[in-house]
């Protein structure tokens, strides 16, 4: 099997493409924090278009890791030995997969290791745009307020100026200052991240983290730094080691970290940039001035329809998005939630149907080849559901409507935290956001308190008598009947 870095480029096997471009005419001017799959799959995959076209050789990208420890390490250690090479896999739904050796990554940093590379790199003038993928927990930012949590113990260690920098927050802040100071313009700073107005986010919180180191700073950032809302969509599984070796077989490339997305993919930006951008708008980034509509459509609609159908989905026993799509009662259920409750609040952007907008979710969810985890999208929940479905909630309880679905959603997401299906099969779902008090309340506390933890009580559901009842006896239903039955009440009460 053909291994993969720089040395292997021109003999690949037959069907996989290597990028189109010389890699060593390329210099760093993207640095992104946060190399998970989505953005190797996304944003490295439309530079990747970008650098064979002319004149686009300065926009290669520098991968920042900012977590220590052993699987960190590990993963550095893999791209520096495929000189930051992988290969994306492109599974549709019908046809074949094809395989591409992205090369648009240069170089990966690993922060804790070392924080002098990166220094150099935030503050070159040749950087023109710091991109994120840091979660949607990661901006520590009040969706109610806006304000900027200065409390995290990494971001308080920043703050103090003491030791070795810890988050993207005390590196990017750092360098914006050593920027002004030197008369070099500031970088621009594009959020990547599912969350609701995604730049005025980051915003808030790199203008919020400066301003609690120096109030000048904080003033000069938010007058001189650029930070355009963007609108990010391409489902991208986790690759475990199974999928990669399923991969690799496949390819016949011996690649450690192989990526796989669907062919679907959109990437909606502000066209509002510091210092100049890649030509991605001809490599299919839509520009617009109305990235705020597209975000709430994708999020409430497709972010929100992964949970509506995993949650339930993890407990009738299935374990990918497809399977679940082949269950008698749970595409029914998501498509109610679609059409009776999300896509009645929403305001489309120009141009858009928000019917077929909805149909595509549904055929993408589909893809038998994608082989999606539903552990992937019920991890992390205590993330997800504040930003994709608080909203909704909120507008529900506030027009009086049927607020039954929702309910029925939030009692299987706190079954799923025990992380046992109907069967009494274990799963894992992930919660690095919940502490064991609010996940206890979750699982089996008072449904009113349960309601009010602090991912959900934003929505106003724990103010809402009626909703606390429907949420308390679909738990109920959940934990004495199983999901099926369950869900069949659901679908039977709100099928008028
Ligand atoms: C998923 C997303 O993790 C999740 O909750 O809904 O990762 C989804 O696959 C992407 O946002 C698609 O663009």
Request: aromatic residues 6%; negative net charge.
């Amino acid at each position: 099997m053909t291994e993969l870095n720089n040395g292997t480029l021109s003999e690949l096997p037959s069907n996989v493409a290597a990028p189109p471009y010389d890699r060593t005419r390329l210099r760093p001017g993207i640095a992104h924090f946060g190399v998970g799959n989505f953005h190797r799959a996304h944003q490295a995959s439309y530079i990747d278009r970008c650098l064979a076209l002319p004149d686009q050789n300065d926009w290669g990208i520098v991968g920042i890791g900012l977590s220590g420890g052993e699987r960190s390490r590990k993963k550095a250690d893999q791209f520096r030995s495929q000189d930051c090479l992988y290969s994306l896999t492109v599974a549709p739904a019908k046809g074949d997969t094809s395989v591409r050796v992205i090369g648009a990554q240069l170089d990966y940093l690993l922060a804790p290791e070392q924080p002098a590379e990166v220094r150099t790199l935030l503050t070159d003038p040749a950087l023109r745009i710091a991109t994120l993928t840091i979660t949607e927990g990661g901006y520590h930012v009040d969706p109610g307020s806006g304000a900027f949590a200065t409390d995290h113990p990494d971001v308080a260690h920043d703050l103090t100026g003491n030791g070795d920098l810890r988050t993207v927050f005390g590196f990017v802040t750092e360098a914006l200052a050593r920027r002004r100071s030197a008369g070099i313009k500031p970088f621009t700073v594009v959020s990547c991240d599912n969350l609701r107005h995604n730049g005025e986010v980051a915003r808030a919180a790199f203008v919020g983290f400066a301003n609690a180191m120096d109030q000048d700073l904080g003033a000069w950032i938010d007058a001189n730094v650029m930070f355009p809302n963007s609108l990010v969509d391409r489902i991208t599984p986790s690759v475990s080691a199974e999928d990669a070796a399923r991969l690799t077989q496949a390819s016949g490339l011996a690649d450690q970290i192989p990526v796989v997305a669907e062919e679907f993919s959109q990437w909606v930006i502000e066209d509002r940039f510091t210092d100049g951008r890649p030509a991605l708008e001809e490599v299919g980034v839509q520009f617009s001035d109305q990235v705020k509509l597209w975000e709430q459509v994708k999020v409430r609609v497709l972010n929100a329809g992964h949970l509506t159908l995993t949650y339930p989905g993890l407990l009738l026993g299935y374990r990918e998005v497809a399977e679940a799509m082949r269950d008698p009662q749970v595409p029914v259920l998501l498509g109610r939630f679609l059409d009776k409750i999300v896509l009645p609040l929403l305001e489309p952007p120009r141009d858009v149907d928000l019917v077929d907008y909805e149909n595509t979710v549904l055929e993408r969810f589909s893809n038998e080849a994608m082989h999606d985890q539903l552990t992937r999208i019920a991890s992390d929940s205590a993330s997800k559901v504040p930003v994709f479905l608080t909203t909704t909630i909120q507008q529900v309880l506030a027009r009086g409507t049927d607020h039954r679905i929702p309910a029925f959603v939030l009692a299987a997401w706190s079954r799923v935290l025990r992380e046992t299906d109907d069967d009494g099969k274990d799963f894992e779902v992930t919660e690095p956001r919940l502490d064991d008090s609010a996940r206890q309340l979750l699982i089996s506390g008072d449904p009113r308190e349960a309601l009010g933890i602090e991912p959900l009580r934003a929505s106003g559901a724990s103010e809402h008598a009626d909703f606390v009842a429907t949420f308390e006896s679909y738990r109920r239903a959940l934990a004495e009947r199983g999901a099926k039955a369950t869900l069949s009440t659901v679908l039977e009460a709100t099928s008028g």
